[in-house]
């Protein structure tokens, strides 16, 4: 009786007060009396009303922002993929993203879809969203400037870093003397035309520079300091020059922008003296906690608000203010860190997307429908790189660089991506651009930005030496076993390079282990990037010291982890690369598996193999898409680990299903002579005896190391044997058989290498 106490309960519950709910309604209809209750009656048929109602639903401002919102994301991701499969930066794929979402495609060749999804009364919700995420950017850039970097070294770089704005300044101004009587709205002054055509020459994108830094694996480099901080004085220097543009822009003259610019020094020196010292004791409160509570987020966010504020009603625009505060936020890297963390992912995954689109939504293409039209923004391309890329060029040549530094610094300060647009919005807005110039403009910054990558890799080829050192190295190592170990976390660095010591411990001088950390670039900040690598390899080089195994590494920031990873490999003609088991092994949804996600990001790639049938929507490998793909596409063996507390290979679990296992006999002979392991060999099939070669592999074997082999041909594997094993070699086909069959393994097997017979 007692398990039906809670069912009685809860009918009786739900019954008792449906009935009063019920009671109440009946009497409050006798209220309606002498009210003048309008019933609303409907014109049409149930579903006609249906229809209706759906529709306008659909035209909700807020529906349809929250629509804009989703196209505008799936597309900037999309474009992003592609760009980064092609080598070029993501933000390239977000630009052409909005320029597709615009009149310039979208618009053109489906116009219906395009008012319907970006009507003209909608795109101030638009806008007003994007200006937040632009907020939120420019934040992020101001705190991403190391200015304790910047303060010494900029001995070095302020020569390069005011050439490469003083010269393309100048040719922007003579420039806007041959643009101006075609191009400039009307009634727009030749001083402020030329002060914005001029200042969208001189511009750098920071970010997109550090990034592609990173990537090339530049930042611990001379070069890559000289150019970081150029590009940091560059930005500072430009954005303060904007703030001086939009003030006379907007005053008409220059004598007339004196009162803003006096109050714009004000501002700049009460942000310094006053909010600076302010933020860093705040900061200094948190030091050592590894989070910031919620009153001291709030505190900061202020900061940046009343700062965006300050600016814009001073009227040197809310943007300069979100980078002044991002620049004076205490400089310890860990604080700066953790607050991105907080930032960066709304600001450019979710709002940055949505300035991207709208830029687009005011490019139009179609408006240069002539040769001369083209041939203007020829020059005014040509322009650019001339005064941005040429200017850094000589400069860095007169300052006795090489010419292969000169011209490296030359081709990434010549990138200006998102700042650019920026500035080129500030000036449509202010009424300075036209539609015509707005486009060829936008069209610059898309092929100065593109032109990095390309040029870099010519300038490579160009000054390559005809033997290098690498290359040399690699011949003379070329008899070695070589073990590439690709770690994410510390203490699989460290469990991974204890295997390969177990697989190669005697070889001494005929072996080479390299450690290698591949670190996400959106997840990476140039100010941290040796911190970063410095807690990674900690405890792995730790475990190289107590070993005495002497390792090489290998650190790289990366916007393609994969590619990167399948490419060195190749490139090191490694013999063995080690990795762990991905995370994502039991994670995802039957939505996920659709879409060809599983917890972060959408991968175009198995959307479009999904869709074209080469994916299942179920994917039941016991393997996270990222593993799969590394065994799928390397030609080298791949050991995958499961690490339970892994510390020495003393004894070995070899399970032989078929005859595809036998390939696993040669690592069980390496941990025989490197580590004298005791190695069990299982023979589940029965398949060991039916094959006289491997008979006579495992006598050979037993020859030389009679004590250190065994073969099992009907023990029963249960958990207590399981327990007594340090290690479990298995291949990945049958790793699979023991997912697919639910093993009962599984709850006890021991640290695990799954390797594939590549």
């Known amino acids: ?100 979402l615009g009149p310039s495609l979208l618009g053109l060749y489906f116009p219906d879809f395009s008012a319907f999804l970006f009507p003209s009364e909608s795109l101030g919700n638009l806008q007003f969203l994007s200006q937040i995420g632009l907020i939120l950017f420019m934040f992020i850039v101001g705190m991403e400037l190391d200015l304790s970097v910047l303060r010494k070294k900029a001995h070095d770089a302020v020569v390069i870093s005011h050439a490469s704005i003083i010269i393309p ?44 830094v990173q990537e090339r694996n530049l930042q611990k480099t001379r070069l890559g300091t000289v150019v970081i901080t150029c590009a940091a004085a560059d930005d500072i220097t430009a954005w303060c020059i904007l703030a001086a543009v939009i003030a006379i822009v907007k005053a008409g003259s220059f004598t007339s922008s004196l009162f803003v610019i006096i109050m714009a020094i004000i501002y700049v ?93 005011r ?31 000589f400069t860095a040549k007169f300052l006795k660089m090489s010419w292969k530094d000169s011209l490296t610094i030359g081709a990434l300060m010549n990138t200006r991506g998102l700042m650019e647009l920026i500035v080129l919005n500030i000036g449509y807005e202010l009424g ?93 900040h140039s100010f941290d990037a040796d911190l970063y690598k410095e807690e990674q390899f900690a405890e792995t080089l730790e475990t190289s010291q107590e070993l005495k195994i002497p390792v090489k590494t290998l650190f790289k920031v990366s916007n393609d982890l994969e590619g990167d990873l399948l490419n060195i490999s190749k490139k090191g003609n490694y013999d063995l690369l080690l990795i762990m088991l991905g995370r994502s092994i039991y994670e995802g949804s039957i939505l996920g598996k659709l879409l060809g996600f599983t917890t972060k ?9 999904t869709v074209k049938g080469k994916n299942p929507i179920f994917n039941s490998s016991p393997f996270d898409d990222f593993t799969l793909s590394i065994m799928d596409k390397t030609t080298i063996p791949v050991g995958i680990m499961i690490n339970k507390n ?14 595809n296992d036998f390939f696993l006999l040669e690592y069980a002979k390496n941990l025989i002579h490197n580590n004298d392991s005791q190695i069990i060999i299982l023979d589940a099939a029965g398949e060991i005896n039916r094959n006289t070669e491997i008979k006579e592999t495992i006598r050979n074997i037993e020859q030389v190391a009679p004590n250190n082999i065994s073969l099992y041909e009907n023990q029963k594997i249960d958990k207590e044997f399981l327990a007594t094993m340090q290690l479990m070699l298995i291949s990945t086909q049958s790793w699979k058989k023991l997912i697919d069959s639910k093993s009962i393994w599984l709850t006890s097997i021991p640290s695990t290498l799954i ?3 590549n």
């Open 601 to 609: 990001i959408i991968n175009p790639e198995k959307l479009i193999n």
């Open 363 to 393: 490019t139009q293409i179609g408006l240069l429908d002539d040769s001369h039209l083209w041939i203007t923004a020829a020059l005014i391309i040509s322009v650019a790189v001339v005064g941005k890329f040429a200017g850094s060029a």
């Open 432 to 524: 300075v651009l036209s539609p015509q110039i707005f486009t060829m403009m936008v069209i610059m910054a898309l092929f100065t930005t593109f032109m990095t990558g390309p040029a870099l890799d010519l300038i490579n080829f160009l000054f390559k030496n005809k033997t290098s050192e690498n290359e040399i190295i690699d011949e003379i190592n070329a008899n070695q076993y070589k073990v590439l170990i690709s770690f994410d976390k510390p203490d699989s660095g460290s469990a991974l390079l204890k295997l390969a010591d177990n697989l190669t411990h005697k070889m001494k001088d005929k072996k080479s282990i390299t450690v290698m950390n591949i670190a996400p670039t959106t997840e990476l």
């Open 169 to 212: 300044f100048a040719l922007g101004i003579g420039l806007s003397y041959f643009l101006y009587l075609e191009f400039a709205p009307k009634g727009v002054q030749f001083t402020s035309f030329a002060l914005f055509i001029a200042i969208a020459m001189s511009i750098t994108a920071f970010p997109v520079l550090a990034r592609i």
């Open 1 to 100: 009786m007692a398990k039906y106490r809670n069912v009685f309960f809860y009918v009786i519950t739900i019954l008792f007060f449906s009935g009063l709910m019920y009671y109440f309604f009946i009497e409050g209809k006798t209220l309606e009396i002498n009210q003048n209750v309008i019933h609303k009656v409907s014109e049409g048929s149930m579903w006609e009303t249906f229809v209706a109602s759906f529709k306008e639903n659909l035209h909700h401002p807020l529906a349809l922002l929250l629509a804009q919102i989703v196209t505008i994301i799936l597309a900037a991701r999309l474009f992003g993929w592609i760009c980064i499969k092609i080598k070029q930066p993501a933000v390239i794929g977000e630009m052409i993203a909005g320029i597709v």
């Open 646 to 659: 892994f510390q020495n290979a003393t004894k070995v679990f070899v399970p032989i299903f078929d005859l």
């Open 755 to 757: 390797i594939s017979n």
């Open 269 to 361: 020196l009460m942000m310094i003296k006053i909010v600076r010292p302010f933020l860093k004791r705040i900061a200094d409160l948190q030091t050592g906690k590894g989070i910031i509570s919620k009153a001291f987020v709030a505190i900061f966010f202020l900061v940046l608000i009343l700062s965006s504020y300050a600016t814009e009603v001073i009227g040197i625009h809310a943007l300069f203010g979100a980078f002044m505060a991002g620049a004076i936020m205490p400089e310890n890297t860990k604080f700066r860190n953790l607050f991105i963390e907080k930032v960066e992912d709304v600001a450019m995954i979710l709002l940055l997307p949505l300035f991207f689109v709208f830029t687009g939504l």
